[in-house]
């Protein structure tokens, strides 16, 4: 089976075709997401993106703006780096705390943070790479709420990744959050598929 690993265009249907179809793409896209969510401590959560999800993100943008065919090729920019390119893992990281107070005390002692998340495959440790977009850690140290990882595996790696039962643990290791999950067999084998 040959994975898509970039929206094109032509991808992209009209609004109105999109309407007669989206409360039934809704309900699979928030069952594939379940899946392709991971927290890691108490604050933090890896949405793991695939081609269905920024596919199902462009369209609601275009039906919430109403841009139209002009609005498309910008939304293809800003979501086409999220869509895993077959020897990679890509994460939208949120750090969601509910009081705006508590939340800005903490994302201004976590400057660097994108720096410090890794995923590790047995004794092999992969480093999240951070999505240059944009600086997610502002002049005076304050990350922001939302960071954007991508986690590149070899050929060896990969297959390591997609053997039943592997142990994979994705890992936060900055100074003032340190946090680790070991990801459920049922998301491993979920994020294998984004693979080659």
Same mark, same amino acid.
């Given at each position: ?36 969510? %991971?927290?890691?401590? =108490? ?6 993106? #695939? ?6 993100? /462009? +369209? ?65 440790? %992969?480093?999240?790479? =951070? ?6 850690? #502002? ?6 709420? /939302? +960071? ?49």
């Amino acid at each position: 089976m040959t994975i898509k690993t970039k929206l094109e265009e032509s991808d992209i249907i009209d609004t109105k075709r999109y309407e007669a179809i989206r409360n039934n793409f809704r309900k699979d896209i928030v069952e594939e997401k379940k899946l392709r969510r %991971i927290a890691v401590g =108490p604050y933090a959560t890896f949405y793991f993106e #695939s081609y269905n999800t920024m596919w199902y993100q /462009v +369209q609601e943008m275009l039906r919430i703006e109403k841009g139209g065919q002009e609005q498309i090729p910008d939304e293809l920019r800003a979501y086409n780096p999220l869509i895993p390119n077959g020897t990679e893992l890509v994460a939208t990281l949120m750090f969601e705390i509910d009081n705006p107070d508590i939340r800005t005390a903490f994302l201004s002692g976590l400057g660097g943070v994108e720096e410090k998340i890794t995923m590790r495959l047995g004794e092999k440790i %992969i480093n999240a790479v =951070p999505e240059e977009d944009v600086d997610r850690t #502002s002049a005076k140290g304050k990350a922001s709420s /939302v +960071q954007f990882a991508h986690f590149n595996f070899s050929e060896s790696e990969i297959a390591d990744f997609k053997r039943n039962g592997a142990r994979v643990v994705l890992e936060i290791n900055h100074p003032k959050y340190s946090h680790s999950t070991i990801l459920q067999e049922e998301s491993r084998v979920t994020l294998a598929k984004d693979f080659k």
